[in-house]
Nanobody, 120 residues
């Protein structure tokens, strides 16, 4: 079975830090562009970061300067380091993997999500 499993979420105080992990099973992440998305209750899913197969990263303006994405191909895992967390960062965080073979053949995988709650 092809799976992505997120972990590392939890409850933190404002200004705190968390490190989220996204581990792949059944396929190799080194062939995929990986993204992190988040979704707060009643709001649309929001893309916040992505990393290419060669390690190039991009971040949404809402989180730029506070998060760092990296990948460890040997462990088949992608990480999201989040610092200086704010209450508005509270959401379920999802890992996303994409590979494109052609315009007609693209494959996408989603994890089940991990809850991040930022509150005092």
């Amino acid at each position: 079975q092809l799976q992505l499993v997120e972990s590392g979420g939890g409850l933190v105080q404002p200004g705190g830090s968390l490190r989220l992990s996204c581990a792949a099973s059944g396929f190799s992440l080194d062939d995929y562009v990986i993204g992190w998305f988040r979704q707060a209750p009643g709001k649309e899913r929001e893309g916040i970061s992505c990393i290419s197969t060669i390690g190039r990263t991009n971040y949404a303006d809402s989180v730029k300067g506070r998060i760092t994405m990296s990948r460890d191909n040997a462990k088949n895992t992608v990480y999201l380091q989040m610092n200086n967390l704010k209450p508005e960062d509270t959401a379920v965080y999802y890992c996303h993997a994409l590979i494109v073979y052609s315009v007609q053949d693209a494959r996408v995988y989603w994890g089940q999500g991990t809850q991040v709650t930022v509150s005092s």
